[in-house]
């Protein structure tokens, strides 16, 4: 889909009703804060961020907009990375650590969220993608880690700190990247708080121009999920919460059954659907954007 085509036809209204801004966090209040200020700011109902970060972690931290709120599940399990410093308790050689991190803390890990973590702290399997070491100082070291979501960076930094038997831990961690969403990127950029407060301020004066710059129209899920066309006819049934059928797709990647995928009638989206595939049923409702009645 043609995210920015989408954007350029919504009025700044539409956009605060099914948007994300990708908002860079400050060391210092929690993630619900972030959001919680987002959503007074701008006067709305409901806003909810794209994975917590602990209050000194920095970084990475979508926030999505009233009804776009409904799919903060479907990014939520999406990849992370983060760059961080971790300082080594005693002297350590860096190959050493180099060879402990290929053999215990790549792939699938097993991990036990910390004690402060808002989680049952039960043992469970984490993919690590990437862990690497860029520079280091004494004791302290930079790196990068790519991992699946729900991964605890601060307890990689302990655990791997135990098997070298010396003991670490984390100085400082940012995130660049969650999913789709990257400290990076010229088309949808990170916002920091101070840009934020400006563009609310214009906005209520008037001038969306800069606001508008910020919103990410959410049907940007679609990059994350196979987009499924149906015809307009049948559009009316689906807002309200009826399956749509094999004669009604115009367009279909190659789909599994159980499948999470996006649906639109042209470049309008319509929801988040499972694929079914039973006899002449496609596709069941999860959640579908109605349109407001006025």
Same mark, same amino acid.
């Given at each position: 889909?043609?995210?920015?085509?989408?954007?350029?036809?919504?009025? !700044?209204?539409?956009?605060? =009703?099914?948007? @994300?801004?990708?908002?860079?966090?400050?060391?210092?209040?929690?993630?619900? $804060? @972030?959001?919680?200020?987002?959503?007074?700011?701008?006067?709305?109902?409901?806003? %909810?961020?794209?994975?917590? *970060?602990?209050?000194?972690?920095?970084?990475?931290?979508?926030?999505?907009?009233?009804?776009?709120?409904?799919? !903060?599940?479907?990014?939520?399990?999406?990849?992370?990375?983060?760059?961080?410093?971790?300082?080594?308790?005693?002297?350590?050689?860096?190959?050493?650590?180099?060879? @402990? @991190?290929?053999?215990?803390?790549?792939?699938?890990?097993?991990? !036990?969220?910390?004690? #402060?973590?808002?989680?049952?702290?039960?043992?469970?399997?984490?993919?690590?993608?990437?862990?690497?070491?860029? =520079?280091?100082?004494?004791?302290?070291?930079?790196?990068?880690?790519?991992?699946?979501?729900? !991964?605890?960076?601060? #307890?990689?930094?302990?655990?791997?700190?135990?098997?070298?038997?010396?003991?670490?831990?984390? *100085?400082?961690?940012?995130?660049?990247? %969650?999913?789709?969403?990257? =400290?990076? $990127?010229?088309?949808?950029?990170?916002?920091?708080?101070?840009?934020?407060?400006? %563009? &609310?301020?214009?906005?209520?004066?008037?001038?969306?121009?800069?606001?508008?710059?910020? +919103?990410?129209? %959410?049907?940007?899920?679609?990059?994350?999920?196979?987009?499924?066309? &149906?015809?307009? =006819?049948?559009?009316?049934?689906?807002?309200?919460?009826?399956?749509?059928?094999? #004669?009604?797709?115009?367009?279909?990647?190659?789909?599994?059954?159980?499948?999470?995928?996006?649906?639109?009638?042209?470049?309008?989206?319509?929801?988040?659907?499972? &694929? +079914?595939?039973?006899?002449?049923?496609?596709?069941?409702?999860?959640?579908?954007?109605?349109?407001?009645? $006025?």
């Amino acid at each position: 889909m043609n995210i920015e085509k989408i954007k350029q036809k919504k009025s !700044t209204e539409e956009l605060l =009703e099914f948007g @994300i801004i990708n908002i860079d966090k400050s060391s210092g209040p929690t993630s619900f $804060n @972030i959001s919680d200020f987002v959503k007074k700011s701008l006067g709305l109902k409901k806003t %909810a961020h794209f994975g917590t *970060l602990d209050p000194k972690v920095t970084g990475v931290l979508p926030v999505a907009l009233s009804r776009g709120c409904k799919l !903060t599940g479907y990014f939520l399990g999406e990849d992370k990375e983060y760059i961080g410093i971790m300082r080594m308790h005693g002297e350590v050689d860096l190959e050493k650590i180099k060879n @402990i @991190i290929e053999k215990k803390f790549m792939g699938v890990i097993k991990q !036990t969220p910390p004690v #402060k973590s808002r989680v049952k702290r039960q043992e469970r399997e984490r993919e690590i993608k990437n862990f690497e070491l860029l =520079e280091h100082s004494n004791k302290d070291i930079l790196f990068r880690v790519s991992c699946q979501g729900g !991964t605890y960076i601060r #307890k990689i930094c302990d655990d791997l700190g135990k098997e070298l038997g010396i003991g670490a831990h984390m *100085l400082e961690l940012r995130r660049v990247r %969650a999913g789709i969403f990257k =400290e990076e $990127n010229k088309k949808y950029p990170i916002v920091n708080l101070y840009d934020f407060e400006k %563009a &609310v301020e214009e906005y209520k004066k008037g001038d969306d121009k800069l606001l508008r710059e910020m +919103i990410i129209p %959410a049907e940007i899920v679609s990059e994350v999920y196979k987009v499924v066309k &149906v015809k307009k =006819e049948v559009v009316k049934n689906l807002w309200q919460g009826k399956p749509f059928f094999v #004669k009604d797709v115009v367009s279909k990647p190659g789909l599994k059954k159980n499948e999470i995928i996006c649906v639109f009638a042209e470049e309008k989206f319509i929801g988040m659907y499972k &694929v +079914i595939k039973n006899k002449e049923i496609f596709a069941k409702a999860e959640f579908v954007f109605q349109p407001i009645k $006025n």
